[in-house]
């Protein structure tokens, strides 16, 4: 896949009956965004009937009711339409391994692929941002100032606060002399140790000016 621009994708979140596709835990509610430019050009909210009532503390963690998810969509119809919503798109979460997990799982039950990749803002939080307390969605919010109306754990909510902490990781990226990263750049930010991150952004440096 050719070199593609970080600040064009798509972040996304899920909540879930729990934590694990394989241990039978289903999507509730997917949220996303999807990021041209930089520009949030358009988002994609929806709950999802999983097929059985969710648990006393996912109620009371998410917010998300068995009343609400009662008159929900089926998973199988909203993952459909996701399916078309991200096409070819690079994604972004915030510890995408979960994320990717679910929407795997109930992608492969609509028989839906994607071509994208995904990149973790988590990870590379880790990298860019080391001074933070945690690497939390919520302390990061809260550590770079960035605006929010306090939802977290709804999807859409969370998506929308990943994808301002991913431009803000990008615009420092290019106060850093990194103009325009790239989306596999991030990629690899992620995966890169902490000792190795000054070498990576001189590197990064160097290819920008050639």
């Known amino acids: 896949m050719p070199s593609t621009p970080a600040h064009s994708v798509i972040v996304l979140d899920f909540e879930t009956t729990g934590l694990s596709p394989n241990m039978g835990d289903r999507a509730i509610e997917i949220g996303a965004v999807k990021l041209v430019n930089g520009d949030v050009v358009d988002t994609f909210q929806e709950l999802m009937n999983p097929g059985r009532r969710v648990s006393s503390f996912i109620e009371g963690y998410t917010g998300i009711t068995n009343n609400m998810l009662r008159t929900a969509a089926s998973c199988e119809d909203v993952m459909a339409k996701f399916g078309h919503f991200i096409g070819d798109s690079h994604l972004v979460a915030h510890n995408a391994s979960f994320d990717k997990r679910f929407l795997d799982a109930e992608l492969e039950r609509v028989n839906v692929r994607y071509s994208g990749q995904f990149a973790c803002s988590m990870l590379i939080a880790r990298r860019l941002i080391q001074d933070a307390p945690t690497h939390k969605l919520g302390d990061l919010v809260r550590f770079k100032h960035i605006d929010n109306d306090g939802v977290f754990h709804r999807a859409l909510a969370d998506a ?48 920008a000016k050639s």
């Not at 991913?166 to 990263?181: C, T």
């Open 160 to 207: 929308q606060m990943t994808a301002k902490l991913w431009m803000v990781m990008i615009d420092e990226l290019e106060q850093q002399g990194v103009f325009d990263p790239s989306f596999k750049l991030m990629q690899t930010i992620s995966k890169t140790s902490k000792g190795a991150m000054r070498g990576l952004l001189e590197k990064a440096r160097s290819n």
